[in-house]
C-alpha cells in the first residue's frame, strides 16, 4: 500500500497548521512554520518536506530572508507564488522588528540608528540606501529607500537624497547604506558621498547628521570617525 505523503492525511496533532492553533506559533520548528508559508507541496513531498529540505540547503532561516524571489525559485518546489509570499512574511518580519511600539524614535546617536536599520539590513545581499526623514527635535518622521545596488555599490546622488528629504519636509537627515560584504569600514566613495551630501545639505538647509555603514550586525558612524 502506497504510503500517504499528504499533511491534510496526518494525525491531526501532527499537522502544522493545527498544532499552530493548539499550541501557538512558539511550539512549531522553523520548518513546520516555513511549511505553513509553503502551503503546498509537490507529487510525494509535502510542504514540511519541501520546508526541511530548503532549510538543509540553505543552513538557517536568515539565509532563506536574504534571498531574492529569483533565488527562491530555483528551489525545487518553489515557484513565483510560493517564492512572493516567503519574501513577504520575511519583509513583515523584518518591519516588525523595526517597528515602533507606540512614541515617536528619537535619534540621538548611530546606536539609535543602529537599533532601528540592522534588522532592516544585516542579511541583505546587494547594497541598499537608505535616508531617515528626522524633524526638528531629531523625532523619526519616515524611512525611505533611496536606491538599491549590486553587490559591491549602491550609487547614490545628493539630489535623490534631498528630494526626498523635501518633499517629506526633513529639518534634518541620517543616510544609511550597508555592506554586504562584512566590513564596516567605509570605502572612499562612502567618505565622498558623505561629503557630497554634507554641502548639499547646507545648501539646501537640511543638515546631515551622519552616515552609519551597516554591515551584518556592527555598524560604523561616519560622525564619529569625524568624516563629516
Known sequence: MKERTRIKDWPEGERPREKLLGRGAQALSDAELLAILIRSGTGERTALDLARTILTRERSLRAVSARTAAELMRLKGIGEAKAVELLAAFELGRRVETADAGEKPVIRAPEDVARL???????????????????????LKNTLQVTSGTLNASLVHPREVFKLAIDHMAASIVVVHNHPSGNPEPSREDVDITRQLVEAGKVVGIPLHDHIIIAG????????????
Open 117 to 139: 536599520m540592522v534588522p532592516l539590513l544585516r542579511d541583505r545581499t546587494v547594497e541598499y540606501f537608505y535616508v531617515l526623514i528626522l524633524d526638528s527635535m531629531n523625532g
Open 217 to 228: 550586525e556592527r555598524h560604523t558612524s561616519m560622525a564619529e570617525r569625524g568624516l563629516l
